[in-house]
């Protein structure tokens, strides 16, 4: 994951015609180039910003079927993403987790409604499930939620689903492209779409933002995952295209594990306005969420509202004996769903399906809206087999479904480092070598010294935030410790990477600024 290196290898292609460009390095995107060049067409992936920096680092982190969708009775949904789960926590095992959840009961109605709903939960899932649901009295229910509000509470539903890492998930999608032979690339831009005298898409113009220089690059198959932004590549190849996408901002607050204290989660399956509240522990913290408020503006760095952390932070403290305050929330993050929009009525993004949408213009640009990152493989899977019923490319066999990430068969001296997968031990073989490389980069934040450096050498950091939000989780674990960590791991990572000291200052003042975003 050297950038230069791709770069030139992609100034010197001597075939000048690759057989799929992808736009966009989120989930859907990173997870289409992999089906591709594991197929072995000749694949190049461009991401304006870093990957996973939209959507895909700011989801509620579960690999899941959705018990709410179920609900909503999307039983098809559920049972290709309960399929999915167990397709992504057997092949990226470092990096996923079998999460057990409580639904806490205070009525008689409940336990029975979400008893038997979990059973076909369950049922769903068949040989895929991780665990079977059972009902568990008042006293079980307190023992494994010590600080679930007592008064009136009847038992709890227990229930399992995986759970993840979203953004360290993206940049081994990232890695793995790269290992079989493909090109992915941040900070590069595409700009529009190249086509030939009949209308037929041929290739990009896209734009390195680093040096500021313009590629034009050519492919068979031109593929949009760019998420919210989707409509924006649809006007590139048609400037009169209606939108398709209507984003809904979901927010999480994180907060520490002592308003939870508990390895089990809580999933609150109806809030006061009919929503899903979840309250999961992760990396020593307590992710609390979320919320589903229609936006007309679709933007890189969505801002939290007032009111959806307010709302939060007051179902929490709802069934919390401890509830949580505004002062004590490590991090708040934003993200948009890429809704499909429903022209018949477009307010009411709760109700659009969650299900993924791929369409194929006039002009063979394929795009892949929508679903969520559970499905990933899945959509990519279906996306290319489009391309390949449209005859833009020859026709090769998916092998994604038994694709292995990394797992790590060395055991570690550091169970935290198995998020690196195979690569753990060259981290701690680091350590053992330089025994300040195990400092940590700040008294409350999880990662040393050697992770960054090692992260430096292999997985294309470009800016201290690439560091800090989706290399490590720092920002989202508690984005205060993050901004104080940042002088740092800044020079750390200009030592690393070449970059000089005016680039640290900068850097550093940039991350400061984002930081007011999180706090
Ligand atoms: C609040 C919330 C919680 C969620 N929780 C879960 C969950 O727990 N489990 C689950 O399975 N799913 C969840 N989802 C859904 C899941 O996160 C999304 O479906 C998924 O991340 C979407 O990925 P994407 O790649 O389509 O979009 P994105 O991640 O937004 O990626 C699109 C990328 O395209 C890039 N791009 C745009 N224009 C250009 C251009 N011109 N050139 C180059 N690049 C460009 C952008 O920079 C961006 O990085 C959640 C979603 C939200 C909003």
């Known amino acids: 994951m050297d950038r230069n290196k791709l770069i030139q290898t992609l100034l010197n292609d001597p075939q000048k015609q690759w057989d799929i460009i992808v736009i966009g390095g989120g989930a859907t995107g990173l997870g289409v180039a992999l089906d591709a060049v594991t197929r072995g067409y000749r694949t190049l992936l461009l991401e304006q910003s870093d990957f996973a920096k939209g959507t895909s680092s700011r ?65 769903l899932a068949g040989r895929l499930s991780m665990g079977k649901s059972y009902f568990i009295n008042r006293s079980k229910a307190l023992g494994r939620l010590p600080l679930l509000k007592p008064e009136g509470l009847k038992g709890g539903i227990v229930y399992h689903d995986g759970q993840f890492d979203d953004s360290r998930m993206a940049v081994t999608l990232a890695r793995a492209c790269v290992e079989n032979g493909g090109i992915v690339l941040n900070y590069f831009r595409v700009n529009s779409l190249l086509k030939d005298e009949k209308n037929k898409i041929t290739g990009i113009l896209a734009k390195d933002l680093e040096s500021g220089k313009e590629f034009t690059i050519q492919g068979k198959l031109v593929i949009n995952a760019t998420g919210i932004f989707a409509d924006e590549i649809h006007r590139m190849d048609d400037p009169a295209s209606k939108p398709t996408i209507r984003p809904s901002q979901g927010v999480h607050v994180v907060i520490d594990s002592s308003f939870l204290q508990s390895s089990s989660a809580i999933m609150i399956p109806k809030t006061d306005d009919g929503r899903v509240l979840f309250a999961i522990p992760w990396y020593g913290k307590v992710v609390v969420g979320t919320t589903d408020t229609p936006l007309d503006t679709i933007t890189l760095e969505p801002k939290a509202l007032d009111q959806e952390i307010d709302f939060i932070l007051r179902t929490a403290g709802k069934y919390l004996t401890k509830p949580p305050k505004r002062e004590d929330v490590k991090c708040i993050y934003a993200g948009l769903r890429p809704l499909a929009a429903n022209p018949d009525n477009p307010e009411a993004t709760r109700e659009v399906s969650r299900r993924h949408k791929i369409t194929l213009s006039r002009s063979g640009l394929l795009s892949i809206i929508g679903g969520k990152w559970t499905s990933y493989r899945r959509m990519a899977e279906e996306t290319i087999d489009k391309g390949i019923k449209a005859g833009i490319i020859e026709k090769r066999k998916c092998i994604t479904r038994n694709f292995s990430f990394y797992s790590n068969s060395n055991p570690l001296e550091s169970d935290r480092l198995k998020i690196y997968g195979n690569q753990a031990s060259e981290i701690e073989k680091m350590i053992k070598e330089q025994h300040d490389l195990g400092e940590l980069i700040h008294q409350k934040l999880p990662y040393t010294k050697a992770e960054i450096i090692w992260i430096c050498r292999n997985e294309m950091p470009r800016t201290l935030e690439d560091m800090l939000a989706r290399r490590t989780r720092a920002l989202f674990l508690d984005a205060r410790a993050s901004a104080e960590a940042g002088p740092v791991v800044a020079e750390l990572m200009a030592k690393e990477l070449g970059f000089s000291k005016p680039w640290q200052d900068s850097e550093i003042s940039r991350f400061n600024n984002l930081v007011l975003n999180y706090t």
């Open 59 to 123: 989801s509620t982190k579960l690999v899941h079927g959705g018990v709410r969708y179920m609900a909503q009775g999307d039983i098809l949904l559920v049972i290709e993403a309960l399929h999915e789960r167990g397709m992504m926590l057997k092949n990226a095992p470092h990096l996923t987790a079998n999460q057990e959840f409580v639904i806490p009961a205070y009525t008689l109605w409940d336990v029975f409604l979400y008893t038997i709903g979990l059973k076909f939960y369950d049922l």
